[in-house]
């Protein structure tokens, strides 16, 4: 688990109330009737994946980038390309509270303010949720507390933390989770950013990477985001029918190149880099002359990851018909004209690699934010609930 602080004494900095996170940071939300398009125009704006609509000053919901993208995935394979295109006017009118949570992996978790960083913590790993809202003795929001925050907070208590921050991660044996899924760029059963969305949905993943080459065109690995979908306005809507690749490279207007990396990076530069340039997961390469059975670190992350990717090798994709004929009030052609999500439609022809076969000469491992508060803080936050109130 490398070189953490004692164990036996957990350090002060984690006894700190959950506001030091905040400090003076403001909160950003949507009215009730705030529309998809108004959602999106804020995600880029404020360079955020996640909002709360606040209803009162004690009823809200959140709304994700995952909830947008996968309605508006779901509603592309429900409708088929053609009536799919000429429902954007539809699709950017509806109103955000409709989709709080469409992904069902969303909740609106509440803590009061008065918890302690560890706790915090410690309820976060519990209900496997990346943010919490924060809430006074009112119940009225405060905040929105994210994972990213935390190794935010890591990151400026890193020497109390972990006794070795300066040395490289393969000698501190965290390399996150091996092998990651990562997707060819040539695969034509995930041919468009929707097809990708869908794909990562399924695989509960929020990026993934791609590699290869279209025809005609230069080998490259980028990283495919679900955070990508806030660039999609009403003027650019067919570009969801683009390749992966080819929506990046016209959308992205940063470098994503340092989300790759390999394990000579040491712990300091990992988070440094998460924090400056707000990556969620980082990707480190491997050559195809590892195998796969190798041996690797088991961290925690590992045990889960292993357990959630055995649970999904028999997944199948959702079939939201149901749910799309609540919400999307203004397709009334849902009921009679669509198609249904078949198994068909993924199972047998998915071609995804988790080994990095079908990716060609490279396989990744990756590091989430999440998987940086497993590795520092576990031996901390067990019984934390306990030794707080101490």
Not at 100 to 108: D, E, L, P, T, Y
Request: hydrophobic share 40%; with cysteine; charged share 20%.
């Amino acid at each position: 688990m490398g070189n953490r602080a004692s164990v036996s004494q957990k350090p002060s900095v984690l006894s700190l109330p959950v506001e030091c996170l905040i400090q003076a940071r403001r909160l950003v939300s949507l009215p009730h009737d705030a529309s998809l398009a108004d959602a999106l125009s804020l995600f880029r704006k404020k360079n955020i994946s996640c909002v709360p609509i606040i209803s009162s000053k004690t009823e809200f919901a959140l709304l994700d980038i995952m909830d947008i993208a996968s309605f508006v995935a779901f509603s592309y394979k429900q409708l088929g390309q053609v009536e799919f295109l000429k429902k954007r006017d539809e699709v950017f009118k509806l109103r955000c509270v409709e989709l709080a949570n469409f992904s069902a992996r969303n909740q609106a978790y509440t803590i009061k303010k008065d918890l302690t960083i560890s706790q915090l913590i410690h309820e976060m790993r519990l209900t496997g949720s990346h943010r919490v809202v924060l809430v006074n003795e009112a119940n009225e929001i405060v905040y929105i507390v994210t994972m990213s925050m935390i190794v935010e907070f890591i990151l400026l208590n890193l020497d109390v933390l972990h006794e070795s921050p300066d040395e490289p991660l393969s000698a501190i044996n965290f390399i996150g989770q091996f092998p990651a899924i990562q997707l060819p760029a040539n695969d034509p059963t995930h041919s468009t950013v929707l097809d990708a969305i869908i794909l990562m949905y399924n695989k509960n993943i929020s990026s993934i990477p791609i590699v290869g080459s279209l025809s005609g065109s230069s080998s490259k690995q980028v990283i495919f985001s679900v955070r990508d979908f806030k660039y999609i306005d009403k003027e650019n809507f067919e570009d969801l029918m683009l390749p992966p690749i080819k929506f990046i490279e016209k959308y992205q207007n940063y470098s994503k190149s340092t989300a790759f990396q390999d394990t000579s990076l040491t712990l300091r530069d990992l988070l440094r880099k998460m924090v400056n340039e707000s990556i969620h997961n980082m990707y480190f390469k491997f050559s195809s002359n590892r195998d796969v059975n190798d041996p690797i670190p088991t961290t925690p992350t590992n045990k889960r990851v292993n357990q959630y990717n055995s649970s999904m090798m028999e997944a199948q994709l959702p079939t939201p018909t149901p749910l799309l004929q609540s919400q999307i009030l203004a397709y009334q052609s849902i009921g009679d004209n669509s198609k249904k999500l078949e198994s068909s439609d993924v199972d047998g022809k998915e071609k995804v690699s988790m080994n990095g076969v079908n990716g060609g000469d490279t396989m990744f491992s990756v590091i989430t934010n999440i998987d940086v508060v497993d590795f520092l803080l576990e031996d901390f936050l067990i019984d934390v609930s306990d030794q707080d109130e101490e």
